[in-house]
């Protein structure tokens, strides 16, 4: 069965910083992947996918993703982030032919100004 | 630009109470999904829903769930007897079509707290 690890629940760094957050799967076949963002009180919104092709992935708000299928992982990075990127960040997993998203814990992401 | 609507935001209800979670997708979207979360868990989906039928479902969509589109633009999800750990915040969400390479479109949500 699918799974996904988001090892880190709340992560904090300050406003111009570097960022990466991690998501480990667990899938037999090449997967797809995807982050998804939840500002308070809004939807899950969809910052980027992971299908097939180049492993490096850009998203909206300036996120990038890269796949590596050797260490099943799936980080999503940002050079610099800004106030508004405080939210919860959600790594998930489908499998091929499927409805459904397999979702990780979550990452709580704190900005200091 | 379209977003998918969830009410009410906050449900309250006794345990053995029914209740019912409203969702309005968006409007040229075929495929409507819910998905929970319970505090402190993953995200966990629950059913899809096309063409007026359960497409694929979990094994947490039980017997005491239901769903339904009963007009041209609500999305129903219906818990016959809740049950304290019902308790959880539960997603709504619509695509164009059911494939993954659409993008799923979640709604805020609507926590339901069961005493």
């Known amino acids: 069965a699918q799974s996904v690890t988001q090892p880190d629940i709340h992560i904090t760094v300050s406003e111009g910083a570097s960022l990466e957050l991690r998501c480990n799967y667990s899938y037999g076949a090449t997967p797809y992947l995807f982050w998804y963002v939840q500002s308070p009180g809004q939807g899950l919104q969809l910052l980027l996918k992971?299908?097939?092709?180049?492993?490096l992935v850009q998203g909206i708000k300036g996120f990038e993703a890269e796949f590596k299928r050797s260490q099943s992982s799936f980080n999503l990075r940002k050079p610099s982030v800004h106030w508004s990127d405080a939210a919860e960040y959600f790594c998930a997993v489908a499998s091929k032919g499927a409805q459904k998203l397999v979702f990780g814990q979550g990452t709580r992401l704190t900005i200091n100004p | 630009e379209p977003e998918v609507t969830q009410t009410p935001s906050h449900q309250v209800t006794q345990m053995g109470q029914e209740v019912i979670l409203r969702c309005v997708p968006i409007?040229?979207?075929?495929?409507f999904y819910w998905y929970r979360q319970i505090l402190g868990q993953k995200v966990e989906f629950l059913v899809s829903f096309y063409n007026n039928e359960i497409s694929e479902k979990s094994e947490i969509f039980d017997d005491q769930f239901s769903v339904e589109r009963p007009d041209g633009s609500n999305f129903t999800l219906k818990i016959r007897s809740t049950k304290l750990e019902d308790s959880a915040m539960y997603f709504c969400?619509?695509?164009?079509?059911?494939?993954?390479?659409?993008?799923?479109?979640f709604g805020p949500g609507t926590r339901l707290t069961v005493l």
């Open positions: 409007s040229n979207h075929l495929y």
């Open positions: 992971y299908f097939s092709g180049d492993t």
């Open positions: 969400a619509s695509s164009v079509r059911g494939s993954l390479y659409n993008e799923q479109f």
